[in-house]
Every structure is written in C-alpha cells, then in structure tokens.
C-alpha cells in the first residue's frame, strides 16, 4: 500500500518558467512532510520542509503547498534553472516518529 | 561540520553470503536511519537507531539487522543475502529523536547481488 504517491514519474520545463511537482498521501496521521532532491550517485539532499499546521512554507525559490483537506501537497520552483533537473521526492512523517514514507519520485528536467 | 559518510560505496556480493554497511553520522546526531531504494522506487525506512537502541523497524525480515555504537556511527547487517537485496542502501542521521526535524543522508552504498 503505496502511503506517499506522486504520480507524475517525470516532468520537463524551460529555463525560467514555474516546475509544480505534486505529491498525494493516505494516512491522516502524517503531520510533517519533506521534499528531496536526488543527483545521480548523490544521496537525497533536504530541500524544504512543511509541518501540517501551515498550508505554505517558502525558501528562496521553493515553495510547498500543503492542502490537508486533499491529503494533497506540491513543491513550486520559480524560476527553474538548469541545475534543478534532478529527482524529486516527497516524504512524510507522523509526530514523534522520524521515519519517513517516502514517494516513488518525480524526475524533473529543466530544458535551456 | 561533517555530513553523514557510507562505506563502501560499491558492492557486490554472491547470494547467501552477509554483508556489513556502515555509516558515520553527521557531528552532532544521535540518531541513525537506514533505508533501502530499489530501481525507480523511493527509500524504503528499514529501521532507526536511537542511542544504540533499535528504535522502529520498517517491513524487512530478521535477517536485516543493524548496530549503533556510543560516537552514534551505525552499521546494517544483512545475512542469507538474496538477488532482491541488490539495491541502494541509504543511511541518514538527524538531529534529535521526538522533534519533526530532516534527516540528513549519507551519499549511500549500492549493493549488488549475484
């Protein structure tokens, strides 16, 4: 049973214009969700992260949306540069437990 | 202040035999994560050590089993390895047990079965 889902496994924008990655989730007990960035032969870096009693996180040109009444949240990045094509993965956790559930990815590439 | 580091980077392992990963965790985290990611999947959450005490398991048998020493490095053991155990073995530490926070991962070790 697939807890974190995004359904999207890839996903291309030119330079400069908005990336939406989407990411959707089951159980109502996961209170905090996080979004990585993998490079080949690189292990996930932390991006952003948003605890569910916000609906909006930013940080520079990423933000997260959460809308908890959907089980449902994204990751915009505005402008997209050539050096975020990378996989993208949503993860979420449930207070007091550090595990994370994570997503299948979404492969992102930004085209020049 | 040193990120989280995995030996080796490479394996490869004849079916039924045992390996050993290990991982340092970053300065300052006393807690350590394993996970697995097969081909085109997310990481799998194995189990988490906490202050040497396995601290939640994930859905894989017994014979993945794992250590963590007083200075917080961790290692994963997995015996009667099997062709499905070939994969990416990730380790990711973090800060404090009991706090939302993220988990910081190592650059992972692939592991391949014959």
């Known amino acids: 049973d697939q807890q974190v889902k995004q359904n999207s496994p890839s996903l291309s924008v030119q330079e400069g214009r908005i990336s939406i990655l989407n990411c959707d989730y089951t159980?109502?007990?996961?209170?905090?969700f996080l979004w990585y960035k993998k490079y080949p032969a690189e292990g996930p870096t932390f991006l952003i992260s948003?605890?569910?009693?916000?609906d909006k996180n930013e940080d520079g040109r990423f933000t997260v949306f959460l809308n908890k009444s959907a089980k449902h949240l994204s990751l915009h990045i505005v402008p997209s540069q050539p050096g975020d094509s990378a996989v993208y993965f949503c993860?979420?956790?449930?207070?007091?437990?550090?595990?994370?559930?994570f997503g299948t990815g979404t492969r992102l590439t930004i085209i020049p | 202040e040193t990120g989280v580091t995995q030996s080796p980077t490479h394996l490869i392992k004849t079916r039924g035999q045992q390996v050993t990963l290990r991982c340092s965790s970053q300065?300052?985290?006393?807690?350590v994560s394993w996970y697995q990611q097969a081909l085109g999947q997310g990481p799998q959450f194995i189990f988490q050590?906490?202050?040497?005490?396995?601290?939640g398991r994930g859905n894989f048998p017994p014979r993945f089993s794992g250590l963590q020493f007083p200075n917080y490095s961790s290692e994963l053991n997995v015996n009667a390895l099997e062709l499905d155990d070939s994969a990416l073995y990730l380790c990711?530490?973090?800060?404090?047990?009991?706090?939302?926070?993220?988990?910081?991962f190592g650059q992972g070790t692939r592991l391949t079965v014959v």
């Open positions: 990711a530490s973090s800060p404090l047990t009991g706090v939302n926070t993220e988990a910081f």
């Open positions: 159980n109502s007990m996961f209170d905090y």
């Open positions: 948003i605890s569910s009693i916000k």
């Open positions: 993860a979420a956790s449930n207070f007091g437990n550090e595990k994370l559930t």
């Open positions: 300065s300052g985290h006393n807690t």
């Open positions: 050590y906490y202050r040497e005490e396995e601290n």
